[in-house]
Every structure is written in structure tokens, then in C-alpha cells.
């Protein structure tokens, strides 16, 4: 298993987790409380950084649930974080 440093930079942050064992990635969490307007773009602050060993990369995905129901998506899906 590999571990993730995460250090939060807002007091408001929430480390990211699995909200169930067999789930393959991590749920990340706005410290944004915003409304998004049907056609608009929005950056999200997350409040932490993460440190990723070398020739790794985070991803960030839509969950499925929203994106269907709510047209809430990620802009470059999935939104690739290398780790420089």
C-alpha cells in the first residue's frame, strides 16, 4: 500500500479517504461553499497539498452519481496532478 503525505493548509480541509474499504480511490473534499450556474466553470479549493512519490500521479475524477444527475464534472477529465 502506498501512503500519501497530506498536509492541510486551511483548518476547514478534510484529508481525503475511502468512504468504503473496497473502493479504489479516495473521496477529496471542497473548503469552497459556491453555486455553480448551468454553463459555468469553477476552480475548487481543496485546502491541502500532497506530496506523490516519484513517477506517480494523483487523478481527480467526477463521481458518477453527480455527473449524471447533476451534470457536475471534472473540466479535463480526469484532471492529472503530477507529483512535481
Do not use: C, W
Not at 476547514?12 to 469552497?32: R, T
Request: glycine share 8%.
Amino acid at each position: 500500500m502506498m501512503k500519501l503525505k497530506v498536509k492541510k493548509l486551511d483548518e476547514s480541509a478534510i484529508v481525503p479517504y475511502y468512504a468504503h474499504p473496497q473502493d479504489a480511490g479516495l473521496d477529496l473534499f471542497s473548503i469552497d461553499e459556491l453555486t455553480i450556474n448551468p454553463g459555468e466553470s469553477q476552480l475548487i479549493h481543496t485546502g491541502i497539498a500532497i506530496e506523490l512519490p516519484l513517477g506517480t500521479e494523483a487523478q481527480i475524477r467526477p463521481r458518477s452519481g453527480l455527473a449524471l444527475k447533476h451534470q457536475i464534472t471534472v473540466l479535463n477529465t480526469p484532471g492529472t496532478i503530477d507529483e512535481t
